[in-house]
């Protein structure tokens, strides 16, 4: 099952509370695209504001395609994507728009600091300018010490620092990372993940898209969900999961009697349970397939007062982004 | 400024941007600098010095015997030579401030920006496409039109400072060899065609080199297409024309031919004086011109169509 935003749905049309920004900065209005015979995206309409956004699916729902729309790479077949106003492909809505994307081709041959100062002349600045913000924006990414090496030595990581360097350069109103913590170390992604937090406390808006969603979860709570080119759900992944009711959820209970637990919440005073299974090599797990799992829960909790049941261990398995994924997929999805 | 910004040295931009007009600079610089990187390149620039340095002096040469020692002899393998008699080998190569003299200077300069540009190609263009690195620019507050504008002011940046501006530096050694007060003014049309045949050279490679590279993409195809154009379509229709006594319109495959006619008269020399064989006319080698630099046009607008980059 596919959830789908409609497109007067009143809650998406409402900037989040936290966002600094007033207006949509990202506007994407019933927006389909083709590549020949192939529908990348289906009517996709949303509004993006301030703070941080994430953008997770899995290959092929879509998640390239919006990207380069939103960039401006890309022009829609159907629909309208703009920034503050102004059509995104226009290059004054790039003034606005600061893009890393996934890819890092650059001209091996160039500094990190030459190729940031050509980006930064591309971006309209005069070459003072230009050298005076290069260093401005190597310092803010860890890099300056390191830029004048030459872009075919650099490790995964120092792109990826390089490519956010060149992002920031015209300090923009909205940046869209495509993948921007893949190959970094954890203590660089850690270094990585504050400087986008500090982005967002300073009105930025950022639309991250990653397939880290752990770590994305960390960072935000908005979470756009692509599948099959259309979004199927957007907020965060309690919120999804609130809406999720239907779906199944595994939880793992620990207790000294799992047999016995099982035939309690097999019989008729839990509806929400569809099956349980003893697991094999704990003689004191039980897996428990439910529905409904906040009524599950309730009811689970009645039942450990009145039974006085000793539990170890409660734990839902799959109350993950990828679990999410997985059900908003029909359990095709790879993440 | 937030605490963590102060902490973290946020510094936001307050500056003014200049229009996208000035990207397409910065990018015909950053060309440049990458031609200029390639040690390998650096035999091709000695060499084009060399032809350079060989006019320069040879002018000056001329001159000098002219003026001075026409009349006396030196000796040559212990035969005493005329010193006038030089004077009839060198006359054979124009090197006396006349058209032809700039037209051959620009043919071979051009032949080394040619042989640069076709092993440049790939990395000034094609790796755009090839690695997919035409979103980082596309990205920024430019369009296609800065893209391309960018990319042929860098080519046409190359083959003027290989090409024009030698002419130029010749042509004003010219003035000051012979009479400076009445040699700018009788040959004010060699300036102007120095200046036109270096647009043309600008325009045409430029929109060729930029098709061809974002078509093959990679430095071997893209020489080997070039070597077609310029080395295989000159013998063809050398064969044709010559040997087989074709029509001299079958020269018109002859790309390099074809500028080198169009640039002559630019210049105002006659072209029949300088090239063996029948010619075809230069109105008809600038429409072959003016074709291939639209199809060349038209194959870029398909190929970056709108601002969707097709890779």
Redesign the interface.
């Known amino acids: 099952m596919i959830l789908e935003r409609k497109p007067t749905t009143a809650s998406t049309d409402t900037p989040p509370p936290r966002s600094p920004v007033a207006v949509s900065l990202l506007r994407f209005e019933e927006v389909s695209k083709w590549y020949g015979p192939v529908l990348a995206l289906n009517q996709v309409w949303f509004p993006l504001a301030g703070g941080i956004t994430g953008l997770v699916g899995a290959n092929g729902s879509g998640k390239s395609t919006l990207i ?1 729309l939103a ?5 829609p077949t159907i629909g309208r994507v703009t920034v503050l106003g102004v059509d995104a ?4 809505a ?2 606005l ?1 600061g ?1 890393c ?1 996934d ?1 890092d ?3 091996e ?2 500094s990190g600091r ?1 190729f940031l100062r ?2 930064a ?6 070459t003072k ?1 230009a050298a005076d ?1 290069t260093e ?1 924006v190597l ?2 990414v860890g890099m300056s010490d390191r830029a004048d090496r030459k872009l075919r030595g650099y490790s995964k990581g120092m792109r990826q620092r390089i490519k956010l360097a ?1 992002a920031l ?3 923009p109103a909205l940046l869209i990372l495509d993948e921007p913590l893949g190959g970094v170390d954890p203590i660089g992604r850690q270094e990585l993940v ?2 986008f ?3 967002a ?2 009105g930025k808006a950022l639309l991250i898209s990653s397939h880290e969603l752990e770590e994305l979860e960390r960072l935000t709570s908005d979470v756009i969900i692509l599948a099959r080119g259309r979004i199927a759900d957007r907020g965060s992944v309690s919120d999804i999961r609130d809406r999720l009711e239907n779906f199944p959820l595994t939880v793992r209970i620990d207790v000294p009697e799992p047999r016995a637990l099982a035939r309690l919440l097999l019989a008729d005073m839990f509806p929400e349970v569809l099956g349980c299974d003893l697991l094999a090599g704990d003689p004191t797990a039980l897996l428990v397939r439910i529905l409904r799992p906040r009524t599950f829960f309730a009811a689970f909790a009645r039942l450990v007062i009145e039974q006085e049941l000793e539990v170890a261990r409660f734990e839902p398995l799959d109350d993950s982004a990828h679990a999410v994924l997985g059900y908003l997929l029909g359990g095709s999805g790879k993440t | 400024m937030t605490p963590t910004d102060a902490l973290l040295r946020y510094r936001p931009w307050t500056g003014e941007f200049r229009p996208p007009i000035c990207a397409s600079w910065a990018m015909a610089r950053s060309s440049l600098r990458l031609m200029m990187r390639r040690k390998l390149f650096w035999a091709l620039y000695a060499l084009a010095a060399l032809i350079f340095f060989f006019f320069f002096y040879g002018q000056y040469l001329v001159v000098w015997i002219q003026l001075q020692t026409a009349n006396q002899s030196v000796p040559v393998l212990g035969i005493n030579v005329r010193i006038g008699d030089f004077l009839k080998f060198l006359d054979r190569l124009n090197l006396n401030g006349s058209a032809h003299t700039f037209g051959n200077f620009i043919w071979f300069q051009g032949y080394i920006s040619t042989i640069v540009l076709a092993m440049a190609g790939a990395v000034l263009i094609g790796n755009d496409f090839h690695h997919g690195s035409l979103p980082f620019y596309l990205a920024k507050p430019i369009d296609k039109r800065h893209y391309l504008l960018g990319k042929i002011l860098g080519i046409g940046l190359f083959v003027n400072l290989l090409t024009t501006l030698p002419a130029l530096i010749l042509y004003f050694q010219a003035g000051l060899l012979y009479d400076w007060q009445t040699y700018y003014f009788e040959h004010l049309r060699e300036l102007v065609g120095i200046l036109a045949y270096g647009l043309l050279l600008t325009c045409s490679l430029g929109l060729l080199l930029t098709a061809t590279a974002v078509w093959v993409k990679r430095t071997v195809p893209l020489i080997m297409i070039w070597a077609g154009l310029f080395v295989l379509c000159r013998m063809l229709g050398n064969f044709l024309v010559d040997g087989q006594r074709f029509d001299e319109r079958w020269r018109l495959i002859d790309l390099w031919n074809d500028l080198y006619l169009v640039g002559l008269w630019c210049l105002g020399a006659d072209p029949i004086t300088d090239r063996a064989g029948p010619q075809p006319q230069p109105w008809e080698a600038l429409l072959v011109i003016v074709a291939v630099g639209l199809l060349s046009a038209a194959f870029l607008r398909n190929r970056i169509q709108g601002v969707e980059v097709v890779s």
Do not use: C, I
């Open positions: 380069k960039v401006g790479l890309v022009k492909a226009n290059w004054q790039h003034r728009v893009y994307p890819h081709a650059f001209y041959d160039l030459a050509t980006m002349a591309l971006n309209g600045m005069s300018a913000r401005a310092d803010r060149q350069l015209h300090d504050e400087v937090r500090s982005l406390a300073a």
